[in-house]
């Protein structure tokens, strides 16, 4: 049983979370975490503006994600960062080409789930996961979130991510703050969780 877990990740804060999802999926019997991520659609000289270099962890190793990889699956958890309350130009451009995925209904029934990272508290985690649902939806996909029983969600301690839509970090205005360790643990949460289900699903 394939589990993808599929991200977009400029600075690196999404591709912690999405490596601790695969290490959630990696827990369970028969499940194997692919990790692949979303190809770049901005140019080097823009990306060197950013500032990426400096605090990205290097992600070369990470293979490309296919249109194809996607349909191989039988389940696939989706990790963004947040634009504007949005998911990202990158993840968007690479789902809009799925076109023919979902004229062949390719991805229906598979189990679908979304991580994300903001800048601020209150920087779009919720809506972010909460709009992604709608092209999983329209591809037929059964969604899958992080349930209250990762009881990390409900913590007072601290500032952190995570909410039944699915686990997230917050990265801070300059993205200077990774994944806590309670982030982390609702990313394997999540990705274990999902893991089980599919493998529900494919068992029939």
């Not at 394939?2 to 804060?13: A, P």
């Not at 990205?56 to 696939?76: F, R, S, V, Y």
């Not at 690479?94 to 920087?123: C, E, Y």
């Not at 591809?139 to 409900?154: A, N």
């Amino acid at each position: 049983m394939k589990v993808l877990i599929v991200y977009y990740s400029m600075f690196g804060h999404v591709y912690k979370l999405a490596k601790a999802a695969a290490e959630g999926v990696s827990l369970v019997d028969e499940a194997e975490a692919i990790l692949l991520r979303i190809p770049e659609t901005l140019s080097k000289d823009v990306l060197e503006k950013t500032g990426v270099s400096e605090i990205q962890e290097p992600q070369e190793n990470i293979p490309i994600c296919t249109i194809n990889n996607l349909k191989e699956a039988d389940a696939i958890i989706f990790g963004t960062p947040t634009r504007f309350g949005n998911m990202c130009g990158q993840m968007r451009q690479f789902l809009d080409a799925t076109g023919k995925l979902w004229a062949d209904g390719a991805l229906v029934g598979k189990v679908g789930s979304v991580i994300t990272s903001t800048s601020t508290q209150h920087g779009g985690q919720e809506s972010t996961i909460l709009s992604f649902h709608i092209t999983l939806l329209h591809h037929g996909m059964i969604i899958v979130g992080l349930p209250y029983s990762f009881k990390g969600q409900m913590t007072m301690d601290e500032i952190s991510g995570c909410s039944p839509y699915g686990a997230s970090t917050i990265a801070g205005g300059d993205g200077s703050i990774f994944p806590n360790e309670n982030e982390l643990a609702g990313a394997r949460y999540q990705g274990e969780h999902v893991a089980k289900i599919a493998r529900k699903i494919t068992a029939g």
